[in-house]
């Protein structure tokens, strides 16, 4: 095949785990063969710190604080593609456990004193992100182009995805490789 | 010296910088600087700048779940969370693990030992150790070093890959598995997949003893630079085994002072709050532990590797204890506290665990046998491990209908968060002190977080017990008296 143009990709965690990354390294020797075909923009794998023009974003974690929103906003805007990655990414997983709970009383319980001692510790520095009341999946607050289900989701899923996309087709995971555990 | 840059006079007055994100970590996390007009340095923080609330939130759920719930809290070291709550929930059913289950549990944890110290090294550390702190951005990633040194990047990946696998025949999965359960685990080992795993493991051992040769060549091709970089002295902390030696999933509390002097041995884990204390800063979500016995000034300590070496007495494994030998005698024998000694030092451990990997593998315990072991309930438990960071305990309360009602998490990361702010003070006021601030310089601050190799996500999870300082202080600002809430009482 001809050789052309990488196709550029960032990704980054937002309130996940990192384990939808450590699962795309679990593609283990074939990332030698990707990356002849892919460079990687902003993503915790490189020190670029903001994303610039990509053709595909890979975002793991939903969204829990000010900040979250900020960068999920700079990938949709930057990124031709934006790809959902993983149970947080999708539909807040883990992490919204907590929104049944209230985050005011929360905070109050755990950096306040029971005792009325101390005068209360909730950190609020202003370089703290505020958090949001509840935790939310990517979809609520841009457009997401495609959604890989799976905690994390397995690398072959993440490979076969990435390979349609390398080869031209529209990514199909099929049989196998869906999984919603 | 603690403390100082900690927090600057005027704020207002002064220019900020800030790194954000730090990048090639795990998890979320900015520095900032404050600067005056003549480009000192004035402040550094670390700032920890998420929460997630895991120990509010499993509150009400069955103990069982527990395990598997936990290590969400981390995709790197998924297992370490996930066999310290296993170890916790033991003591709730009273279990004590037949020999089947304790050796599967160590293989399981000696391979996430490998592949997290392997991520590490590889893919996130190493450009800056083989290219220099001020390369170009560019160039300080795995993409370069798998170009510049193929042969090094390929081994690092199957080092993490042969790590990943001995989780994966152990737990189901690579990423968050399911294999330790309560009062044991919920598979042994068939004959194939252990074949599976021994057809590699002496190549495994091979390449982790070429990486611990990387990192002391590097360390001795520069030794002023990695002695010297962001160097503090402090407290180290970690479990040994019984007899002294580097256990990684079992044994007990072992402090030394900054001299390497003993401060505690033999430390009961089920009693860790008698040792350790924590504070609040209102800059950071992660809160800052404490040696309770020295206070909050003097009491801080370092976890992970570079204590871990140190702490014990010996290596139980030959090539492991030759490669600690080496590291000793390289310092004549003083205790070490560079932060870019923790390189060296967690290559030696994952020594340690393809070692460990391999011993276990002969042994038939794994192909079967009682797979659990249950006995007379309690309502409380805990679990210390040692991960690949550092000291992780956790500490749950479950009643009479099986739910938990209370959780207290101290993540390794947690433990390093004074040392991290001291380390990367340091190197503000060596590099970055009256200098104009450019993007290399701010490199030499993550070169410094990095070699602690925190795990930000885990750091994230508070939003559970956060115990309180308070000081009564006179009027020229002089600390009259000081109380901690909960003083020597159980956090949970």
Known sequence: ????????????????????????????????????????????????????????????????????????????????????VGACAINGGLPAQRNHLDLGACLQEVYETELGLASGGIPNDPELPLPLDKVHPLHEVVKIDYFLPGCPPSADAIWKFLSDLLAGRTPQLGHGLIQYD | MSFELETAA??????????????????????????????????????IVEFRGFEKFIQGRPYWEVPVMVQRLCGICPVSHHLAAAKAMDMIVGGRLTPTAEKIRRLMHHGQILQSHALHFFHLASPDLLFGFDSEVARRNVVALAAEHPEIARKGVLLRKYGQEVIRVTAGKRVHGTGAIPGGVNKSLTAEERSYLQEDVYRVIAWSREAVEIARRLHESNRALYDGFGRFASSMLSIVAPDGSLDLYDGHLRARDADG??????????????????????????????????????????VGPLARVQNC???????????????????????????????????????????????????????????????????????????????????????????????????????????MNEAIRQVARTYLDGRRI??????????????????????????GQMPLAVELVDAAGTVVDRRLRGDAAPPC
């Open chain 2, 313 to 419: 007495d010996r290596i139980n494994t030959p090539l492991a204890a030759a490669a600690r030998r080496d590291f000793l005698e390289a310092s004549g024998g003083r205790p070490v506290h560079s932060p870019l000694a923790y390189h060296w030092t967690r290559m030696i451990e994952m020594l340690f665990a393809a070692e460990t990997i391999k011993d276990l593998l002969h042994d038939d315990d794994l192909l079967g046998g009682e797979l659990v072991a249950l006995g007379e309930r309690s309502e409380r438990g805990v679990g210390i491990i040692e991960a690949p960071r550092g000291t992780l305990i956790h500490h749950y309360r479950v009643d009479e209908h099986d739910q938990i009602t209370r959780a207290n998490l101290i993540v390794s990361t947690t433990h390093n968060n004074q040392a």
């Open chain 1, 1 to 84: 095949m001809k050789p052309s143009r990488k196709l550029r990709v960032a990704t980054t965690s937002l309130a996940g785990c990192f384990g939808c990354h450590m699962s795309f390294l679990d593609i283990d020797e074939r990332l030698f063969a990707l990356l002849d075909r892919i460079e990687f923009d902003r993503s915790p794998l490189t020190d670029i710190k903001h994303c610039g023009a990509c053709d595909v974003g890979f975002i793991e974690g939903g969204i829990c604080n000010a900040e979250n929103v900020h960068v999920l906003r700079e990938f949709r805007s930057h990124c031709k593609i934006l790809v959902a």
């Open chain 2, 261 to 302: 002097q003993i401060l505690v041995d033999r430390g009961d884990c089920s009693r860790y709050w008698e040792l350790i204390f924590e504070e609040v800063k209102p800059w950071s979500y992660m809160k800052f532990p404490f040696l309770r016995a020295l206070g909050p000034e003097a009491g801080w300590y370092k």
């Open chain 2, 10 to 47: 005027h704020p207002e007055q002064l220019k900020r910088v800030a790194i954000d994100p730090l990048s090639r970590v795990e998890g979320h996390g900015k520095v900032t600087l404050l600067l005056d007009e003549d480009g000192h340095v004035q402040q550094v923080r670390l700032h």
């Open chain 2, 438 to 463: 450019t993007e290399p310089l701010l490199n030499h601050i993550e070169v410094a977080i990095r070699a602690f190799d925190p795990c930000l996500s885990c750091a994230t999870h508070a939003l």
